[in-house]
Structure formats: structure tokens, C-alpha cells
């Protein structure tokens, strides 16, 4: 099977799995949200169990974000590369990151459509890189690069933090898949992944 087909085929696979996930989970938790809301509103302000059903209804509403964020993902559109910078750059929102490290997309050369699958794997690669730069870099500045080649485009991450321990960077952290993911979704598209660190 070409390339090509491959993409087509998970493309339609994922609108499936979005829909699906639009009508069942995302829409049950909201439902469940707002009839827990109800609830909070009706009991009495010095409630014993009202401090924990306030922490219930922020979870659920990070819960309910978060969804949403994981089914605008999947319904990839036919868009242009423009969309990939844009989304890149509401990153910093999304993570509700107000006080922490300047960050910067910078885009060289001219940007074109991408197969809305390689797009998708690239932001996923890119948010995931700069995600981790957020949460554990303790850095100052973190910025993304975007240069678009005539045959292929390049994608570079940085930041002036810590650095990554050498354990991690070649196993990742023990129970999350932050790393392997990223190399999982590179070679789905047949890009190359390279992760280095000043602690190496």
C-alpha cells in the first residue's frame, strides 16, 4: 500500500474515532458537569462535602478541555501550514502558562499545505517537545522553528534550561510515554527524531 493510501486511510480512521468521542465521552462528562453544578449550587454554602465537589467540578472541567483539545486533534482538516504556526503558538494558553518562559514560533522559508496527517503528527511531535520544556526544563526562554525546505521541512525545539538527564532522554520518564511517543509518531511519517541535551 503507498504512502499516500496510508494517510487517507488513518485520516478517515481518525474523524471516526473524534466523532465518536464527541458523541459518548466528551458530551457525557459535560452532562455529568452540569448536573454536578446543579448540585453545588443547591447545597449549603458551609456543606461539609462542598470544598470536595468544587475540586470534582474543577477536575471535570480540566477533564472536558482536555478532550476537546484531543478531538480538535483528530479532526484534522484540510488546512494550510499556516494553521500548524498558529496552533503552535496558542500553546502557551492552552497550558494556562501566564508567569512562566517567553516563548517564540519563528517560520522560515515559505510555508505550504501539508497532508493533514504529517501536520498533525508534527504538532503533536512539536507540542509534546514543548510541553516537557514547560514542565520540566525550568527554563527562561523556549522557542520553536519552523523551516520549511524545498523537499522537506524541518522542525527545531530549544530552550535555556537544565538540560535532561541522560537516563531519561534514552528510555523517558518511568510511566509516561512523552518520549517513545514522540519517536513512535516521527516514524509513522518517516521523519527522523533527534533529542539532545547539555547534561550528555
Do not use: W
Amino acid at each position: 500500500m503507498r504512502l499516500g493510501s496510508q494517510f487517507e486511510a488513518r485520516l478517515a480512521e481518525r474523524t471516526r474515532i473524534a466523532q465518536e468521542l464527541h458523541d459518548t465521552l466528551s458530551q457525557g462528562v459535560l452532562s455529568a458537569s452540569m448536573q454536578l453544578n446543579v448540585a453545588n449550587d443547591q447545597m449549603a454554602p458551609h456543606a461539609p462535602f462542598k470544598p470536595l465537589v468544587g475540586r470534582v467540578l474543577e477536575l471535570m472541567r480540566v477533564v472536558v478541555d482536555e478532550g476537546r483539545n484531543a478531538v480538535r486533534g483528530l479532526r484534522v482538516g484540510k488546512g494550510g501550514s499556516q494553521d500548524l504556526t498558529q496552533a503552535f503558538s496558542r500553546i502557551p494558553v492552552e497550558l494556562s502558562v501566564h508567569d512562566g518562559p517567553q516563548f517564540r514560533v519563528l517560520v522560515e522559508g515559505a510555508p505550504r499545505a501539508l497532508h493533514p496527517i504529517i501536520r498533525d503528527e508534527v504538532y503533536r511531535i512539536g507540542r509534546e517537545a514543548i510541553t516537557n520544556a514547560y514542565r520540566h526544563s525550568g527554563a527562561k526562554s523556549i522557542q520553536l522553528e519552523l523551516e520549511y525546505a524545498s523537499q522537506e521541512l524541518r522542525m527545531l525545539v530549544r530552550d535555556d534550561g537544565g538540560g535532561m538527564n541522560p537516563q531519561v532522554l534514552q528510555t523517558g520518564r518511568e510511566g509516561h510515554c512523552g518520549l517513545p511517543g514522540m519517536r513512535e509518531r516521527a516514524q509513522k511519517i518517516g521523519a527522523k527524531l533527534k533529542i539532545f541535551s547539555n547534561k550528555t
